[in-house]
């Protein structure tokens, strides 16, 4: 597991990578967080030979002919090209997904960008099983902005994850993927196999393939995060395997 606290820039302009895959090769992507003034113009121009995910954090940016609110973001096919505007009155953060190079055909430059639309507003406990849920997990929603059955993601998967107060994720991995979290609002504690870490809003932990993991939500307010998987385009390809109670280091 890897903790990288306060991970989101309180000021404008600002660009940080929380996850820099030049320096950590073992990892199968990276991301990067960016706070952008009002009105500022950038190029966004992710890696001509893999594919990307941009997620609005807050603030308002215009990309691919339309506005983007926070939730709301971008898929970059391989050899896609866009540019976004931040829209005056406030600054945007913006978190990209980096996946690593695919394996599958040429990139072909030129293609269009996808946007990726905002779960539903709503309150209240995120939507889902009140008590144990299958997996391991109760109290959780998850709201799928890219995947391989939604914009054909072939390395990446990207989603709005929820957890009402007290909701939980107990021990389980992912195989074949590495995944990310990113506290937005909330927080509680991420359960590793032999401790438990605090995290709050701001906070980001990368998972790497195959380590044990888990969420348990403070009492009082909601969670929500931003999540997803590096090295695969959907849950059933990165697998998924729950730790055994009687395995279980953590109660």
Not at 102 to 108: E, I, L, N
Not at 122 to 137: F, I, L, Q
Not at 190 to 202: D, F, I, K, N, Y
Request: net charge positive; with cysteine; glycine share 14%.
């Amino acid at each position: 597991m890897i903790l990288v606290p306060a991970a989101v820039p309180r000021t404008a302009p600002a660009f940080r990578w929380l996850i820099d895959p030049r320096h950590l090769p073992s990892a199968l992507g990276g991301l990067s967080v960016e706070t952008l003034s009002p009105g500022v113009r950038v190029g966004q121009r992710p890696a001509p030979a893999g594919e990307s995910v941009t997620v609005v954090l807050s603030g308002r940016v215009r990309s691919a002919g339309r506005v983007l609110g926070p939730g709301e973001g971008l898929y970059h096919p391989p050899g896609s090209d866009c540019g976004l505007a931040v829209l005056p009155g406030a600054p945007a953060v913006v978190l990209t997904v980096r996946a690593g190079p695919s394996a599958g055909p040429r990139p072909v430059p030129g293609l269009s960008v996808v946007p990726l639309a905002a779960p539903s507003r709503r309150t209240g406990p995120p939507e889902g099983e009140d008590g144990p849920a299958a997996g391991g997990a109760a109290g959780t929603a998850v709201h799928w902005l890219a995947t391989a059955e939604t914009v054909g993601a072939r390395q990446v998967a990207v989603a709005a994850f929820g957890f009402a107060p007290g909701g939980s994720h107990e021990l389980h991995r992912h195989p074949h993927a590495d995944q990310f979290f990113l506290v937005l609002a909330g927080g509680g504690r991420h359960l590793a196999a032999t401790r438990e870490v605090a995290v709050r809003p701001g906070d980001l932990v990368y998972v790497p393939a195959g380590e044990w993991h888990g969420f348990r939500a403070g009492p009082g307010h909601p969670t929500a995060a931003v999540y997803g998987y590096l090295g695969a385009a959907s849950p059933a390809r990165a697998g998924y395997q729950v730790r055994p109670a009687a395995e279980e280091v953590l109660r």
